[in-house]
């Protein structure tokens, strides 16, 4: 439940936050975390912002040795699975196996608990990591930073959001051991991002910003359809869904 008395930011709450969201092997002060809990929520885009630090630089590397785009843009896809030990693909294919494979919303979050992947869930992961890749070829040879810093911010983002918004769907999972944050929390994530999104993108960072918006509220209207909120599936499925329309959208604008 949301505490009041919490303290809107802590400094310590991004150290959290890379720990909660990668396997960066961080140290983290386990009591301090568990008060925070979803409190934390605020700082997710700025753990986006530290993945495309290194993915940019890892990719500016990799095209001074030569090594083509199109195999840049697979390996830097790699490192961000590794990087996250893959729970937003994870959630990807949960959701899709279980939020278009169940009848009801006891079999969904049933289908979506199992660790067996079905059709829909392969199916989600070819078109999500395939969409992916021929945004990066595109975008990593003329803007590493600015398309991964702004699809890595506001997916996360979107996280902290419908983390808000929506009501847990059950109870046991990872979202419902971190809580749900305060709106205000929210925002301040969803403000992160846009003001990176502007300073980086100037006035083209207004539609890409309006699209991404679209997209978080259907994922948040589709998992209340469906399962009445949101579970740590959810989260990761809207966390790669907007990249995807992020790096899409940029992909249309810088070409």
């Known amino acids: 439940m949301p505490r009041s008395d919490i303290k ?27 008060e925070r809990g979803a409190a934390a929520a605020w700082s997710f885009p700025i753990v986006g912002m530290v993945l495309a630090i290194l ?32 729970m ?53 040879p003329i803007a590493p930073w600015t398309s991964l810093m702004v699809a890595f911010a506001l997916s996360r983002a979107a996280m902290s959001f419908v983390m808000a918004a929506l009501p847990n769907a059950r109870d046991g999972g990872l979202s419902s051991s971190v809580g749900r944050p305060e709106m205000p929390t929210a ?18 960072a207004v539609p890409v910003l309006a699209i991404a918006t679209l997209i978080v509220a259907g994922c948040a209207a589709i998992a209340m359809a469906k399962i009445d909120g949101q579970t740590g599936d959810v989260l990761g499925a809207t966390q790669q869904v907007t990249e995807i329309t992020v790096l899409l959208t940029l992909t249309v604008i810088f070409t």
């Open 88 to 140: 937003h693909e994870d959630g990807l294919a949960d959701c899709a196996d279980g939020l278009w494979g169940g009848w009801d919303k006891t079999r969904r979050l049933d289908i979506m608990k199992d660790s067996r992947i079905g059709a829909y869930g392969v199916l989600a992961l070819i078109m999500g990591i395939g969409l992916r890749w021929m945004a990066l070829v595109t975008l990593l």
């Open 8 to 34: 809107m930011i802590q400094l310590a709450d991004i150290i959290a936050s890379i720990g909660l969201l990668t396997r960066f092997p961080v140290a983290i002060n386990l009591t301090k975390v568990q």
């Open 187 to 204: 925002w301040i994530a969803c403000g992160i991002a846009a003001v990176l999104s502007v300073v980086l993108l100037g006035w083209v």
């Open 55 to 86: 993915c940019a630089t890892i990719s500016h590397v990799l095209f001074a040795l030569g090594v083509p785009a199109e195999i840049v843009a697979g390996l830097i896809l790699a490192l961000v699975m590794i990087f996250t030990g893959a």
